[in-house]
């Protein structure tokens, strides 16, 4: 009878754990750089391209997908100063990375969250993207934004010709 209690509570744990993880969407937000920075578990910040992240931050927005491994990402920003170095012309990616790109993130169109750029807002802003950690990243100058994106690690085929997951592409 023991056994059958263990193993109950062990099935119905189980069953909340996966029930809990909301389709595999894993959200995290943060007020300002203070508070993510406070974070003392590495594993917490494993999808954040840490170090874009810098002392003026604020509005922290981070969300991962567990079934894709696909992550969209925002903060807000205030001195242009501290980004001014990532975000040169010279590290803005190709035009033939940028159609990669823009299939990746037309692949996860279904799973935008509300405040990050749906595909038609890329179809304008082609310009300005560069790799960062892993991720695409892109800074919206006027609305004092950065927007970052590690797409799905599968591959992406564009024009009969495949390119692997982002870990593996351009790097």
Known sequence: ??????????FFLGILFLTSCNGGD????????????????????????VELIKSDASNIKNVSYLSTKCVFGVFDYENDELYD???KSENEIEEKYNAVFQKQIGLVKNIIPDWFPKTDYWNENRNGIILFD????????NK????YFHPEEESTILD????????????
């Open 134 to 141: 892993n991720c695409y990243a892109y800074r919206d100058s």
């Open 85 to 87: 170095n990532l975000f």
């Open 144 to 147: 004092k934004q950065i927007y």
């Open 26 to 49: 894993y959200l995290q937000e943060y007020k300002d750089y203070r508070e993510f920075s406070k974070i003392e578990n590495p594993r917490l910040t494993g999808w954040f391209p």
């Open 160 to 171: 009969g010709e495949i390119y692997p997951g982002i870990r593996s592409t351009i790097r």
């Open 1 to 10: 009878m023991k056994f059958i209690n263990t193993y109950l509570t062990l």
